[in-house]
């Protein structure tokens, strides 16, 4: 019966890095069922940054990035040696079950995410991650402008309003209403970054009778991240 498992042998292919990125599945309603606070719910960034430091953990990407309900892993060693099947069943579910365990909630339908492979090469690891800051931060001035424009109309009227501008309107509507996203906390605009970094460490050598450094590294959180740029892809290893 083993031949009719038709999709058991499909691959990543060989010696590419991988980006996997998963999304929350309908995450809008486990945000009205969980009353999630608008437009940023500290409680969910914090339950989900968690998630992402259990996939570093377990399966060992060299950078995980998230913002709202996204995580994306970037690999340069790939798990399962590259079944697709594998790492799409075994990492989706393993980031819903740790979602699960890490929020101290009773939820009304079982959460779930999607996720997806994609092959990259050196060269575009940068524009990816470009590309889901640059998504970062839409989101973040898209969800302080509809925060309050329901604050002022009804629900239906702030869609249509918001449908009708860009960035840089809602930015000026927002800034002329005394709020003023340049004060907004950082991971709301550019996300946050899981990564390894190196501690020193100073010990003493009995031996040698003399102070000795070395390093250790270490599993980081940033919730800090500068703008995305070649230098700081450079630094990940
Ligand atoms: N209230 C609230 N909702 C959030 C937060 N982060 C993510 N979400 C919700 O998650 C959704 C994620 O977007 P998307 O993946 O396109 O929608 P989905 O298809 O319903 O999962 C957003 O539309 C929000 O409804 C948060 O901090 N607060
Ligand atoms: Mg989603």
């Known amino acids: 019966m083993k031949e009719f498992e038709v999709y058991s042998s499909l691959r990543v292919p060989k ?6 990125r998963l999304d ?3 995450f809008h309603s ?17 339950v ?3 998630v992402c430091r259990d996939l570093f953990e377990e399966f060992s990407p060299i950078f995980v990035y998230t913002f709202s309900d996204e995580i994306s892993l970037l690999f340069d060693k790939v798990p399962f040696d ?4 594998k790492l799409d069943s075994v990492i989706a579910s393993f980031t819903a079950s740790s979602f699960v365990m890490h929020y101290d909630t009773q939820f009304k339908k079982p959460p779930s995410f999607d ?7 050196d060269g575009d690891i940068l524009s990816y991650f470009r590309w889901r800051q640059d998504e970062c931060w839409r989101n973040c001035v898209n969800s302080h402008g509809i925060s309050y424009l329901k604050s002022k ?5 702030a869609n249509d309003i918001i449908k009708g501008m860009n960035l840089s309107d809602i930015n000026e509507l927002l800034f002329e209403n005394g709020i003023n996203l340049n004060d907004v906390e950082i991971y709301k605009k550019r996300g946050i970054g899981i990564y390894r970094k190196n501690k020193k460490i100073v010990g003493f050598n009995k031996k040698e009778n003399k102070n000795q450094t070395s390093y250790r590294s270490y599993i980081y959180k940033d919730w800090e991240l500068p703008i995305f740029s070649e230098k700081f892809f450079k630094k990940l290893r």
Do not use: Q
Not at 31 to 46: G, I, S
Not at 115 to 121: E, W
């Open 15 to 20: 010696n590419s890095k991988i980006i996997m």
């Open 24 to 26: 929350g599945r309908s």
């Open 30 to 46: 486990l945000a009205r069922d969980l009353n999630l606070v608008k437009p940023y719910d500290e409680n969910f960034y914090n």
């Open 48 to 50: 989900i940054c968690e």
């Open 82 to 85: 590259g079944r697709i099947e």
């Open 115 to 121: 996720s997806r492979i994609i092959p990259i090469s």
């Open 153 to 157: 109309y009804s629900n239906t009227e």
